[in-house]
Nanobody, 123 residues
Framework: QVQLVESGGGLVQAGASLRLSCAASGRNFNAYVMGWFRQAPGKERQFVAG???????FHEDSVKGRFAISRDSAKAMVYLQMNSLKPEDTAIYYC?????????????????WGQGTQVTVSS
């Protein structure tokens, strides 16, 4: 079992930065693939970024160059650094973990989810 708790969301103006954090509790943190997803009002949840231990991070096209996922194995933490935020980035952001994730973008392959943190970007 893994428990995930996100933090760091808030209300910011366009162009600002935020760093989301995801604290993971449980065993064998390094064995898990970690991902960030987001769900905007009236839309389906979508992939933002994913990271396997020892591999290059993968980011969805619309956030490439602006967002960066990282993990601190010693602290069992995952981060999402978000720069140059746009109003269209407004959403609830979720942290996810999975043991057998073959396709990072497929949310159905993740086993555990956090409760989400709200990010609102004003124009």
């Amino acid at each position: 079992q893994v428990q995930l708790v996100e933090s760091g969301g808030g209300l910011v103006q366009a162009g600002a930065s935020l760093r989301l954090s995801c604290a993971a509790s449980g065993r064998n943190f390094n064995a898990y693939v970690m991902g960030w997803f987001r769900q905007a009002p009236g839309k389906e949840r979508q992939f933002v970024a994913g990271l396997r231990t020892g591999f290059v991070p993968f980011h969805e096209d619309s956030v490439k160059g602006r967002f960066a996922i990282s993990r601190d194995s010693a602290k069992a933490m995952v981060y999402l650094q978000m720069n140059s935020l746009k109003p269209e980035d407004t959403a609830i952001y979720y942290c996810a973990a999975g043991l057998d994730v073959r396709r990072l973008m497929n949310q159905n392959e993740y086993d555990y989810w956090g409760q989400g943190t709200q990010v609102t970007v004003s124009s």
